[in-house]
């Protein structure tokens, strides 16, 4: 039997950024197109260029990618032609290969919210398809409020779209508000189907303000449609979009999707799911939900008694799919035997093998209680190993900081501007020498990088037969967390380094102090790095 | 039309408790069923009486509730009678007016995790709810799998659920490993109540794990169950359970289901589900899922410049419900995105009337400049409301920060023992005054807090007349992100500070060097409180 296929369309970058709190940056824009075009996703909602400088200049760079890069914008107003309209001519002059328009479809919107007649509004929408389409571009039309105007007066709803699909148009049926129920969502699917546009030109588009979503998306396919829009995480406006993250395996693991269905996605891509989900809460700094379906860090742990012990005999005694095929992991709690082959596993992994089993427990005490501290080695592997080895006696003691000191200095320069400056002075001891190094924060162009990149600099400034071997790692990344540790409020921060043989790696410090959080895990970094190199204590 | 009635089961404290990380206390279970009694929650599981010292405590000091309280336990094991098992007998000593019991119903659970033979766990099934129903105590039998256990073996499964109906039980399918979509749970309900178990003595116990447990509990009302269970914010082991918090205003509010079923809670009663909702996650010391449907903090949060114009010609154009109906509120906040009809309300919001309407203008243009170097209004009101004032000349100069100094040392004291230690100079002009303050980190405790507390205290030291107007605001929340400034990573830091007059509010701050972004915030915490003191210029 030949698979019917279905296109996922991703609009992490466009309703997505409707998210309160959330605001990317370009590059951020860029690297999140990427991942997702990793994945197998078929369009990517670039945003809106023209309606603020980001999305205008992510347009300006926009990544090649093997989805279709689609731009989003509205219906031409009323009083001018579509070829009048500078909003609609920003969005064409991104010059993507497929634009998505969104456009009223419920009477009252149209009456209420943009104060036109509903002659007008179908004039809008007809038009501008016209227009875009004589220019080959492919084009979607994002019927806003659709089950809502449906209910309000059908066969206006149903003429709108109709306008939209003799245009040529693919009509996503939109649940604006997000209050229509999965039941609802199928029969009026159906409706729009009997009134003569087929499954194969109608999308989805429903957001989460009932918990609903994601079962919304899935009933519309069941209906006919062959087109799904969501993003990543289910970020969006209000309660989030229909996630995809939850989508994607579901369509590709459970029946009766997976026989009658192909998607973009291939089986062997979906093991980035949890890395990409990771990716973007790390992107915008978010605690990532420990609890999503299939890619939450606890989406596989196994906490009661009875469902731990059966898992050991049997893991799909208590799991629906084996988390790896998502690239997430089992959980089993440390206590027990399992908890110690998974660390034993780890272990090996790093090559540190033929380990003492009565180390094992010792260091998945040592791990539980520096979570309790606010530590987590989730991300920073790197640490992880270095605790390890620590506590295995495998930690060579290549030098001691005796002590450092930072300054950060604000205020009015010769010229009467106000100038910030930091400098720092680390003092460390390789085998019998002391060292003392000095830098100061700021950069090529003289501007102020702040206390924790003096600090950086001045660590590595001097390390004795060391420098030579640290020479080529930099800092990439550094993210800054406030989290509990024990009853206090704490700082985590995770820094990732990287050096010139393509090596990256992650590591945590943690204080009430965040500069001395900073230092800690720079410090870290710096360990693994002359691990990795063989270095020799002096 | 008589409306048939539905009844809500909550198991926050029994299934909620596998969560992980989640681990109650006896009075916090109390506290949790009485807020549970209070929405009218119709059977609350207080746990499993026996299975650990909370649960048994639990039992001996239950509180009082209008509500069915409920204890857990599992059939009687094999080879011995119902009478002599210990287990079972912890459960029924709880003396509660109902019990549920979870059992097997899938024959590769029974043969795999139990090691038993099919037709001793149909005894074990049989005989345990003929003992308990002996002592006329109401009965449940959760029967685990049953879903996956249809799949595998239907007539085998079916027995199971027979053989606890015919002693009497109410019948609760369990998708214990929550892989089994809506559309399949719906087909198979169908089964068991054409196999002759009426829906009226059939419920319905769903998980996470595809993010479908809300909509997979719809569908299996839609099917003929009217009973339901589910947890408060959808805790519970991997990704939850069902979500009563989404689930309950769904059915009073949402047709079908408010004109065909009735259920406890009164329409009165769900302006609690908000503040019950926000109350757990206090308990268990949660960040609250800002996105969670009805109750999240930004469930009614429009920040796209479209929807938020909208919004305030009339709220229903992009709500599904009242957020007060369930005890929420509306948000809308600044963003890039926004249009000037916001701005102006906004500003009226605060006091800020019958402005010029070119300013409008000018004030969105700072701020997306502002954005663009790395601000975000979104969630700091009160750095906007500064911006404003400052581009609408409505913002006294009280103070001016001539220049800082912090240092922060890290050295071993006289005991050899390592210690940080920060201190903060600033000189600030009032008037014609100029003051000079020192601070050092230290708390109660003699701990070192960090550079950003030392500043702080140093800053609020010595403001002349306003000192005594700013004596009751404090620190409570402190946020640190990077983020991209134009091309550069920036540090963004977001303070939330709070007076004894019960404000709060938020400020952001942002530079290459976080201890400079941090004072920004402060200064302007300092700032917009002395506008709402009214203060006068010195």
Same mark, same amino acid.
């Given at each position: 039997m030949?698979?019917?296929?279905?296109t996922l369309?991703?609009?992490?970058?466009?309703d997505?950024?409707?998210?309160?709190?959330?605001?990317?940056?370009?590059?951020?824009k860029?690297?999140?197109?990427?991942m997702?075009?990793g994945?197998?996703?078929?369009?990517?909602?670039?945003?809106?260029?023209?309606?603020?400088?980001?999305?205008?200049?992510?347009?300006?760079?926009?990544?090649r990618?093997?989805?279709?890069?689609?731009?989003?914008?509205?219906?031409?107003?009323?009083g001018?032609?579509?070829?009048?309209d500078d909003v609609?001519?920003?969005?064409?002059?991104?010059?993507?290969p497929?634009?998505?328009?969104v456009?009223?479809t419920?009477?009252?919107?149209?009456?209420?919210?943009l104060?036109?007649?509903l002659?007008e509004?179908?004039?809008n929408?007809?038009k501008?398809?016209?227009?875009?389409?004589?220019q080959?571009?492919?084009?979607?039309?994002?019927?806003?409020?659709?089950?809502?105007?449906?209910?309000?007066?059908p066969?206006y709803a149903?003429?709108?779209?109709?306008?939209?699909y003799?245009?040529?148009?693919?009509i996503?049926l939109?649940?604006t508000?997000?209050?229509?129920?999965?039941?609802?969502?199928?029969?009026?699917?159906?409706?729009?189907?009997?009134s003569?546009?087929p499954?194969?030109?109608?999308?989805?588009?429903?957001?989460?303000?009932?918990?609903?979503?994601?079962?919304?998306?899935?009933?519309?396919?069941?209906?006919?449609?062959?087109?799904?829009q969501g993003?990543?995480?289910?970020?969006?406006?209000r309660?989030?979009?229909?996630? *995809?993250?939850?989508?994607i395996?579901? +369509? %590709?693991l !459970?029946?009766?999707y997976?026989?009658? $269905?192909?998607?973009g /996605?291939?089986?062997?891509?979906?093991?980035?799911?949890?890395?990409a989900?990771?990716?973007?809460?790390?992107i915008?700094?978010?605690v990532?939900?420990?609890?999503?379906?299939?890619v939450?860090?606890?989406?596989f742990?196994?906490?009661?008694?009875?469902?731990?012990?059966?898992?050991?005999?049997d893991?799909t005694?208590?799991?629906h799919?084996?988390?790896?095929?998502?690239g997430?992991?089992?959980i089993?709690?440390?206590?027990?035997q399992?908890?110690?082959?998974?660390?034993?596993k780890?272990?090996?992994e790093?090559?540190?093998?033929d380990?003492?089993?009565?180390?094992l427990?010792?260091?998945?005490?040592?791990?539980?209680?520096?979570?309790?501290?606010?530590?987590?080695?989730d991300?920073?592997?790197?640490?992880?190993?270095? *605790?390890?080895?620590?506590?295995?006696g +495998? %930690?060579? !003691?290549?030098?001691?900081?005796?002590r $450092?000191?930072?300054? /950060?200095?604000?205020?009015?320069n010769?010229y009467?501007?106000m100038?910030s400056?930091?400098?720092?002075?680390?003092v460390v001891?390789v085998?019998?020498d002391k060292?003392?190094?000095v830098?100061e924060?700021l950069?090529?162009?003289?501007?102020?990088r702040?206390?924790?990149n003096?600090?950086?600099?001045?660590?590595?400034?001097?390390?004795?037969?060391?420098?030579?071997?640290?020479e080529?790692?930099?800092?990439?990344?550094?993210?800054?967390?406030?989290?509990?540790?024990?009853?206090?409020?704490?700082?985590?921060?995770?820094?990732d380094?990287?050096d010139?043989?393509?090596?990256?790696?992650s590591?945590?410090?943690?204080?009430?102090?965040i500069?001395?959080?900073?230092?800690?895990?720079?410090?870290?970094?710096?360990n693994?790095? *002359?691990?990795?190199?063989?270095?020799?204590?002096?």
């Amino acid at each position: 039997m030949t698979r019917e296929r279905l296109t996922l369309f991703d609009t992490t970058l466009r309703d997505g950024q409707q998210t309160q709190g959330v605001q990317f940056s370009t590059p951020e824009k860029v690297e999140i197109a990427q991942m997702l075009d990793g994945i197998g996703i078929d369009y990517i909602e670039g945003g809106w260029p023209g309606a603020n400088p980001t999305d205008s200049e992510f347009f300006s760079n926009v990544p090649r990618t093997s989805a279709t890069m689609t731009a989003f914008g509205m219906t031409k107003r009323a009083g001018r032609s579509a070829e009048n309209d500078d909003v609609l001519a920003a969005v064409l002059n991104a010059n993507t290969p497929a634009v998505c328009l969104v456009g009223k479809t419920h009477d009252f919107h149209v009456e209420t919210a943009l104060g036109i007649s509903l002659e007008e509004n179908l004039e809008n929408i007809e038009k501008s398809f016209q227009h875009i389409a004589a220019q080959n571009r492919e084009t979607l039309f994002d019927a806003e409020h659709f089950f809502d105007g449906y209910k309000s007066n059908p066969d206006y709803a149903l003429s709108c779209i109709h306008a939209a699909y003799g245009a040529g148009a693919l009509i996503v049926l939109c649940d604006t508000n997000g209050g229509t129920l999965p039941a609802e969502i199928s029969e009026i699917v159906g409706k729009v189907i009997d009134s003569g546009i087929p499954g194969a030109r109608l999308g989805i588009h429903t957001h989460n303000d009932t918990e609903n979503a994601v079962a919304g998306s899935l009933a519309a396919v069941d209906a006919g449609v062959r087109h799904i829009q969501g993003t990543l995480n289910g970020l969006g406006e209000r309660c989030g979009n229909a996630n *995809l993250t939850s989508i994607i395996p579901t +369509l %590709l693991l !459970k029946e009766p999707y997976k026989s009658r $269905y192909a998607i973009g /996605v291939k089986q062997e891509n979906l093991t980035r799911l949890t890395y990409a989900s990771r990716k973007l809460d790390d992107i915008l700094n978010r605690v990532p939900n420990k609890h999503a379906a299939y890619v939450g860090v606890s989406a596989f742990a196994h906490k009661a008694g009875l469902h731990a012990s059966a898992i050991l005999k049997d893991p799909t005694t208590y799991e629906h799919i084996d988390p790896a095929i998502v690239g997430n992991t089992r959980i089993i709690p440390m206590s027990n035997q399992a908890g110690q082959s998974n660390l034993r596993k780890r272990l090996a992994e790093m090559g540190l093998k033929d380990i003492d089993s009565n180390a094992l427990p010792r260091i998945l005490d040592v791990i539980k209680q520096r979570e309790d501290d606010g530590y987590s080695y989730d991300t920073a592997q790197a640490s992880f190993e270095l *605790l390890a080895r620590r506590e295995l006696g +495998l %930690l060579p !003691k290549y030098f001691e900081v005796k002590r $450092y000191k930072v300054t /950060v200095e604000r205020r009015k320069n010769k010229y009467d501007k106000m100038i910030s400056l930091s400098e720092a002075v680390v003092v460390v001891k390789v085998g019998e020498d002391k060292m003392l190094s000095v830098s100061e924060s700021l950069d090529e162009t003289g501007s102020d990088r702040g206390p924790v990149n003096a600090l950086s600099k001045a660590l590595a400034k001097d390390l004795g037969p060391y420098s030579a071997l640290i020479e080529d790692m930099r800092l990439v990344d550094f993210k800054v967390r406030i989290t509990q540790g024990g009853t206090e409020a704490v700082t985590r921060v995770i820094i990732d380094s990287a050096d010139k043989q393509g090596r990256r790696w992650s590591t945590v410090g943690v204080s009430p102090n965040i500069v001395d959080a900073s230092f800690e895990a720079l410090l870290d970094a710096i360990n693994w790095k *002359l691990v990795q190199e063989g270095a020799n204590v002096t």
